[in-house]
């Protein structure tokens, strides 16, 4: 049989190294509760306006915080820019959208590293019209329901991942005159890049 001393001492060492691990564990945890990062990517306009706007960049920046492995809150900036090729001009105006978002994210609780999500929110931005728009398209703001899905991959201090957004645009008064019954949205497609704390 192993002496008393040292059966004792392979305890201590074993219950210190179990406390490590789960101060380790804890801190671990907390990483990422809240994490920023900028967007770049891809859109356009559907419905009617998509059949007069081309796909052009769209470009952001979010402040997300995850109180729960399972659900996430975002604030975010975004902004996009579209030309529009529309018969009755004679110039080809753009669209330049700025605006700012509220999203609620919902993931599986027990993903993390690599974290699938969907989301829903609030928005609402400005459009203004870049060009000769000749009563057809006036700047204006418009609001909208953002609705998201995407995942996220995440690595110590890094975030990274791929998202599509749809925004239901509750009025196009920006382009009212030619889609007095147009009931489209905005579509766009981006990367995700930033840091977690």
Known sequence: MLPRGII???VALALASAGTAAAQERKEGKRGDVNVFL???VGDYTGDLGDLTSTGPAWGLTLNV???TFLGFELGYEGSRNGVSD???LDEPALLRQGGSALLKVSPPFLTS???FVGAGVGMSYVDV???GADLYESDTMQEVPLAAGVEFNSGGLTAGLRATYR???NEDFAAQPLDDSDGGLLDASFTLGARF
């Open 66 to 68: 995850q109180p729960t």
């Open 114 to 116: 690599i974290r699938p």
């Open 87 to 89: 018969v009755r001009l």
């Open 130 to 132: 870049r060009g000769t």
């Open 39 to 41: 967007r770049g990517g």
């Open 8 to 10: 004792a001492g392979a």
């Open 168 to 170: 239901v645009l509750l």
